[in-house]
């Protein structure tokens, strides 16, 4: 890494990198803690010198004296020892013994430099550069503090925007991954988006599922390079909307790591035939097939290659015009299983991860069966693993296709008995007609989060305890905040949330906040110490991502 210093005379740096921890931001930490670099720098013999060097990174640079009286340049290059990748990098200047020193703006009220977003691996190098103006001499003292934090990615879907990569401590270091290439949009609404994806057990690669197409985007984080995977429908990938018609609504990934699921949709692009959407008008409504199928595929991480896939149904005729679509793909914590739904069709099938066969749900009727999910609706949306034997599937807030409404009750599934039952939501929802699950995300302690968009008259976060059988729900909900985008850091310390239209409702911009898991209440960044960082979006996310550190 290298970074380029306006100073004088002597630097002193100190590193302290924070995994995923620190205050704001973090979510578990796996680095050593604070670390101090101290720096000699005389500008007039445009050396810098290490005369206490950090334990991971190694510091290298010059100084250069400017045209103006009292300002210089330093450039330091810093290669990480650390043996997992940095995200966000930032050096933070903590105190100069002569003249100002200026970066990339304030963190914390000291002025940084920002190493990202490309994060930085074990024997790699980066670059950068502080200024230092108002100089009274040629040689001086700094201390640099070295952070990293974890990257949060928060697709903005609905308006064909690409993922943007944020730093998860507030600094507004947001960056567009290059991903639109890969994505054709219509005339009105892009919906050339991502829906749903997750990171490598490493931080190297991220990926992606396309609302419009039917490849998987993979990510190197590394040099935040996309490439658009095969065409999991058998077809062909084009950037222009000549190629196959299909989507994947989401991927993830086996808790070893070694395998991704991807449930794809052949016939339709997200959302189907909706008003407004990908085939709803626009360019590309012809490209509407009459029937869908619905897969999930099962594909080898290292070599990327399909190794096996569940078609869960083919055939799938529309219902009310619109078109039944895959949506829903979960594991268990074990990974020895998957449930995914049909949206529009009123059905959950869970299948096992390793050999990819579908469970029969009705053993008596001919062929294999899914759940039928009708006795509480036909727009299954989300499910959950409790363990590998009970699962829940929550719903769309209309349950039904042709209307009515809905109380948020889940369906419960025993599947090794193959028992339906329900799941009441919290009374704090009681009398609300439009019950909407954006997200359900598993806590390590196995509580269960569920976040609800819309309606500020009701908490956005719910969580149920299954020891205790009991709901804890927090959170109050402004006008059009909106958490379908919403995850949890690694180690259930905090959430991160894509807010639509931010804390302060209708008025407000897309913004990332980030709640205290424990408390389940607004955590400030610690760049700023605001309540939430704008995105950069401007639609409707309908998933967020965040790095294992």
């Not at 510091?59 to 997992?84: E, I, M, Y």
């Not at 944020?166 to 567009?176: A, F, I, K, L, V």
């Not at 896939?309 to 679509?325: H, K, P």
């Not at 968009?453 to 109050?476: E, I, K, M, N, R």
Request: glycine content about 14%.
């Amino acid at each position: 890494m290298k970074l380029s210093l306006r100073v004088l005379p002597v630097l002193v740096l100190a590193l302290s990198l924070a995994a995923c921890g620190g205050s704001g931001g973090g979510g578990g930490s796996s680095a050593p803690g604070p670390q101090i670099t101290v720096l000699a720098v005389d500008i007039t013999a445009g050396t810098v010198t290490v005369t206490s060097p950090a334990s991971n990174l190694v510091v290298t640079g010059t100084a250069t004296q400017l045209h103006a009286a009292g300002d210089a340049t330093v450039d330091l290059s810093v290669l990480s020892n650390f043996p997992r990748l940095l995200f966000n990098l930032k050096a933070v200047v903590t105190s100069i013994d002569d003249g100002t020193a200026a970066g990339d703006g304030l963190f914390d009220g000291n002025p940084y430099k920002y190493f990202g977003p490309n994060a930085l691996a074990p024997g790699a190098m980066e670059s950068g550069s502080f200024n230092i103006t108002g100089l009274t001499g040629t040689t001086f003292t700094m201390t640099i503090e070295w952070l990293d934090h974890p990257m949060v990615f928060v697709p903005d879907d609905n308006n064909g925007g690409p993922p943007t990569a944020m730093d998860s401590s507030g600094t507004g270091q947001n960056t567009p991954l290059v991903t639109l290439p890969f994505a054709f949009q219509t005339i009105s609404r892009g919906n050339a988006g991502n829906q749903g994806g997750c990171v490598s057990p490493d931080g190297r690669f991220l990926y992606l599922s396309p609302r419009n197409q039917s490849g998987i985007i993979t990510v190197d984080l590394t040099t935040m390079t996309p490439v658009m995977g095969t065409d999991l429908s058998g077809g062909t990938i084009a950037f222009d909307g000549t190629g196959s018609v299909g989507f994947l609504d989401d991927v993830q990934m086996s808790p070893d790591g070694a395998f991704l699921y991807a449930l794809l949709t052949v016939g339709c692009h997200a959302y189907s035939s909706e008003g407004g959407d990908i085939n709803g008008s626009g360019a590309f409504a012809s490209r509407q097939a009459a029937t869908t199928d619905v897969h999930v595929v099962k594909i080898d991480r290292a070599t990327m290659a399909e190794v096996n896939r569940a078609t869960l149904a083919t055939g799938l005729a529309q219902i009310g015009g619109d078109s039944q679509v895959g949506k829903g793909l979960s594991l268990s914590r074990t990974g020895s299983r998957l449930a995914a739904c049909i949206r529009n069709g009123g059905l959950c099938f869970v299948v096992d991860a390793n050999t990819m066969a579908i469970l029969d749900a009705d053993p008596i009727t001919g062929g294999v069966q899914g759940f039928d999910t009708t006795s509480i609706g036909d727009q299954p949306r989300r499910t959950f693993f409790r363990d590998d034997n009970n699962l829940l599937v929550a719903f769309s807030g209309s349950a039904n296709t042709m209307g009515g409404t809905h109380d948020g009750t889940m369906l419960t599934i025993d599947v090794s008995t193959l028992t339906l039952g329900t799941l009441a939501p919290s009374a704090d929802y009681a009398g609300r007609t439009y019950h909407y699950i954006g997200a359900m995300r598993r806590h390590p302690d196995g509580r269960m989060f569920l976040f609800h968009p819309f309606d500020g008259s009701y908490p956005c976060v719910a969580v149920y305890d299954f020891l205790t059988a009991s709901w804890t729900t927090a959170f109050p909900n402004p006008d059009s905040f909106d958490t379908d985008g919403a995850c949890l850091s690694p180690d259930g310390t905090r959430i991160y949330i894509y807010a639509q239209n931010g804390l302060s409702g209708g008025g407000g911009v897309d913004s990332l906040v980030i709640l205290d898991a424990a408390t389940l209440m607004v955590e400030p960044f610690e760049a700023t110490g605001a309540d939430e960082t704008p995105t950069g979006g401007n639609g409707y996310g309908h998933t967020c991502i965040v790095t294992p550190f």
